[in-house]
C-alpha cells in the first residue's frame, strides 16, 4: 500500500513517502514521512486498500534521513503503542478482573522504565490476531535505517517523555566510510564530525541496544532478522544496498524463499501405498493411512514402504516438481544513481522507483530535467525505467513525484501521469509500468512458469552503463 506518493512536502493530494508491505500477518512500513500514520487511519475507510493493524507492525526500514522519509515516526511509534497498549490492558482487564492490584503489576510503565527487564528480547510471537500483539509475548517493533537513525529516535522520544508499551530495536546500516570515519578522526567529507556523533544518548527505556551492520565486499547489507523471529523471517530475507543521493540512502529488498515444487500424485503412486503389504507395514510403524507418506514427499523427504517382501525407500524427485523461486520485492530510497542495488534486484517482481522530475511543462527537455534532478539527487521516469530493464523486472512503479504533479482522478492527472509513465515505458521497454497514487494497492503474486533471468552480475553491469549515460547528462560520473 502506498502511504505517500510526493516528494520533499505533501500536496492536497499527496503525502510524502510511506509504504506498507503485508507478508503474512506481519506489516512492514518503508520510510515514514510526516502524516503516515494518519494515511494508516484513512486505511480503514478506503474502498481501495486493505486495513493496516497498527499492531501488527513489526518492522520499520528507512531509506534515509530527509524529513520527508522519517518525520512521521515518533508519531507512528506512539501510533503502535496504542494499539499495543489497548491489547495489553484488554487483555489483563479479562485475565485479572478480581483484582485491581494485580492488574497494576502486569501493566508496563508507561514513562521512566528503570524497572522494566531488560534481559530479554526473543519470545515475542504474533498470535495472528489482526486487531494486535499478544499479550501474554512482549511485543518488539524492528527499526532500520542508515547512521544516525538511533540517536534520532532517541532524541525525539526521550526528549518528549514518550514511554512506550513494546520494545523496540534500532539498527543502522554503516557504509564503509562510516566505519573509517568512527576508527580513525571521526571526520565527514567537509571536514566536521559525522552528526551521529555530535552528541550520545542513553537507551530509551524500552529500547533494546542495536546492531551496527557493516556492509558485505559487494557493498550491500544482510538485514538482521527480527528480535522475535516469526514467520515472515523464517520464510524472507531482507537485503538492503546504498543508493546515490545528497545523503546516503538505501534501497530494501524483500526476498522470498523458493516455493516447494508440486506433487505429482499418478495413479501408479497410490496404487504402490494402498497394497495390503504396504498397509499392514505402515500401521506397524505407526501410520493409520499410507496417503500420509505423500507428505513426506512433499515436503522434500524420502518416504519407506514395503512391496514384495521389501523395503523401499521412495525418492521425492521421482514426485516433486523442481522448486520455483520466491517473490521479489525491491523498494529504493531518492537516488540517481542504483548500480550498487542492481545484483539484489536481478529479477525482481516488482521495483518501486522514484521519478521525482519528469520533462512534462512546456519548454522542457528530457537532458534539461535530467541534469536538474541529477545535481538534487534524484531520478527520472526514464531513469527509473533503465533500472528497471537492467534488472529484469517484471513491474515498475512510480513514486516520489514532484508536488507539481496531482494525484486525483481528474483528466487533467491522469493526462500527466500517463506522460510520466510513457517515458518509462520508452527505457523499461516493458507496458508493465505504474504510477502510484496514495492508498493505492497492489498485490504481489507469485509467477508460474518459466522466466528470462538475468544473472546479478549482468545487472550490475548493465545498471552500471545506464547510469554512467544518465549521469554524463549533468556533467558526473560514478
Not at 532478522?225 to 524472507?236: D, L
Not at 500517463?418 to 516493458?430: M, P, Y
Request: aromatic letters at 4%.
Amino acid at each position: 500500500i502506498f502511504l505517500g506518493t510526493c516528494s520533499m512536502r505533501p500536496s492536497h493530494t499527496r503525502n510524502v513517502s510511506g509504504n506498507a508491505i503485508r507478508i503474512g500477518r506481519e506489516w512492514t512500513i518503508v520510510d515514514c514521512g510526516e502524516g503516515t500514520q494518519h494515511q494508516i487511519l484513512k486505511c480503514s475507510s478506503h474502498s481501495r486498500c486493505t486495513r493496516i493493524s497498527p499492531g501488527n507492525i513489526t518492522r520499520i526500514l528507512i531509506t534515509h534521513l530527509h524529513g520527508d522519509h522519517c518525520f512521521g515516526l515518533p508519531g507512528l511509534m506512539c501510533l503502535i503503542d496504542n494499539a499495543v497498549s489497548a491489547t495489553v490492558n484488554d487483555s489483563n482487564r479479562n485475565a485479572n478482573s478480581s483484582s485491581r492490584s494485580q492488574k497494576k503489576q502486569t501493566k508496563r510503565p508507561r514513562h521512566g522504565g528503570g524497572d522494566e527487564d531488560n534481559s530479554s528480547g526473543d519470545s515475542n510471537v504474533d498470535d495472528g490476531n489482526d486487531e494486535g500483539r499478544s499479550a501474554n509475548v512482549k511485543s518488539i517493533v524492528h527499526i532500520v535505517g542508515p547512521r544516525g537513525l538511533r540517536n534520532m529516535v532517541r532524541a525525539i522520544m526521550l526528549s518528549s517523555c514518550t514511554g512506550l508499551s513494546f520494545r523496540f530495536r534500532v539498527d543502522e546500516l554503516w557504509t564503509e566510510r562510516d566505519i573509517r570515519q568512527q576508527q580513525g578522526s571521526q571526520q565527514n567529507s567537509n571536514g566536521g564530525a559525522h552528526f551521529a556523533t555530535v552528541f550520545g544518548l542513553a537507551n530509551h527505556p524500552s529500547e533494546i541496544t542495536g546492531i551496527v551492520v557493516h556492509p558485505g565486499a559487494d557493498s550491500t547489507w544482510t538485514i538482521p532478522t527480527h528480535p522475535a523471529g516469526g514467520p515472515m523471517a523464517s520464510s524472507w530475507r531482507l537485503c538492503a544496498a546504498p543508493l546515490q543521493h545528497t545523503i546516503d540512502s538505501v534501497g530494501y529488498a524483500f526476498i522470498e524463499g523458493p516455493h516447494r515444487g508440486s506433487l505429482n500424485v499418478t495413479k501408479a503412486l497410490r496404487d504402490r501405498l494402498l497394497t495390503d503389504e504396504n498397509k499392514t507395514y505402515q500401521n506397524g510403524m505407526g501410520i493409520s493411512n499410507p496417503l500420509q507418506l505423500l507428505g513426506f514427499l512433499q515436503k522434500g523427504e524420502s518416504a519407506a514402504i514395503k512391496e514384495r517382501g521389501v523395503v523401499v525407500q521412495l525418492n521425492p524427485g521421482e514426485y516433486v516438481s523442481s522448486p520455483t523461486p520466491g517473490r521479489k520485492l525491491v523498494v529504493l530510497g531518492d537516488t540517481c544513481d542504483s548500480r550498487l542495488l542492481a545484483g539484489l534486484a536481478a529479477n525482481a517482481d516488482m521495483i518501486v522507483h522514484e521519478a521525482t522530475n519528469a520533462a512534462i511543462e512546456e519548454g522542457e527537455t528530457r537532458d534539461a530535467v535530467a541534469k536538474l534532478a541529477i545535481v538534487r539527487g534524484h531520478s527520472t521516469p526514464d531513469a527509473a525505467g533503465a533500472f528497471a530493464q537492467a534488472c529484469g523486472a517484471k513491474q515498475l512503479v512510480l513514486t516520489h513525484f514532484s508536488s507539481r504533479y496531482k494525484g486525483d482522478d481528474s483528466a487533467e492527472s491522469i493526462a500527466i501521469m500517463n506522460r510520466i509513465v510513457g517515458q518509462a515505458v520508452e527505457t523499461f521497454q516493458s507496458n508493465s509500468v505504474v504510477a502510484a497514487q496514495d492508498l493505492m494497492e497492489i498485490k504481489l503474486t507469485a509467477q508460474k512458469g518459466p522466466r528470462d533471468l538475468v544473472s546479478p552480475s549482468a545487472a550490475m553491469e548493465s545498471a552500471a552503463a545506464a547510469a554512467d549515460l544518465y549521469l554524463r547528462k549533468a556533467g558526473q560520473s560514478f
